[in-house]
T-cell receptor, first 114, second 114 residues
């Protein structure tokens, strides 16, 4: 089955700096890659996703890149703000959407310091 | 703003007792997922259903866990008998269809088994 590895497990940045979180996956059939943000005590919420027919996707300060050949994808957050502090999870699925089985990475605790 | 709902939000029970967790998916969503989240194991998929039929329950300990969808608006996860190692946050998520759709998470049930 699919295996998703996520790095780093913790990340501390200064407000205004950029943050990058990286994930690798094992199943070459995977072609849907969402990212979820989970604040303390809250539910995971989708922040951005990318499908295998696209190499990069951007939404305001958040961007995701995908390299299918190398089987890795990354989350980029620019101009970080204190409210970006949370745990971020990457995931992969062999289908085109989230309505099928997702395998999650182990999470990255992002702390944005003032 | 339609959301997945879960009850109870918190549950404290003693080892050996039966625990039932309930989930109401977003109206019109036909795919329901059960996840367990712990510090050690992260987000694990326990089981998921489409159109009320189980598609995959390979992540669920069969001897004590059971999952059902009595109707399209209710999913249940039962643990009998419960054990201290079952202490975790249990999330339900729903999605509309299989392709190109986001998984929306409920608020979770925080379970503590003493």
């Amino acid at each position: 089955g699919e295996n998703v590895e996520q790095h780093p497990s913790t990340l501390s940045v200064q407000e205004g700096d950029s943050a990058v979180i990286k994930c690798t996956y094992s199943d070459s059939a995977s072609n849907y890659f969402p990212w979820y943000k989970q604040e303390l005590g809250k539910r995971p919420q989708l922040i951005i996703d990318i499908r295998s027919n696209v190499g990069e996707k951007k939404d305001q300060r958040i961007a995701v890149t995908l390299n299918k050949t190398a089987k890795h994808f990354s989350l980029h957050i620019t101009e970080t703000q204190p409210e970006d502090s949370a745990v971020y999870f990457c995931a992969a699925s062999p289908f085109t959407g989230g309505g099928n089985k997702l395998t999650f990475g182990t999470g990255t605790q992002l702390k944005v310091e003032l | 703003d339609a959301r997945v709902t879960q009850t109870p939000r918190h549950k404290v029970t003693e080892m050996g007792q039966e625990v039932t967790m309930r989930c109401q998916p977003i109206l019109g969503h036909n795919t329901v997922f059960w996840y367990r989240q712990t510090m050690m194991q992260g987000l694990e998929l326990l089981a998921y259903f489409r159109n009320r039929a189980p598609l995959d329950d390979s992540g669920m300990p069969k001897d004590r866990f059971s999952a059902e969808m009595p109707d399209a608006t209710l999913a249940t996860l039962k643990i009998q008998p419960s054990e201290p190692r079952d202490s975790a946050v249990y999330f339900c998520a729903s999605a509309r269809g299989a392709e190109g759709e986001t998984q929306y998470f409920g608020p979770g049930t925080r379970l503590l088994v003493l």
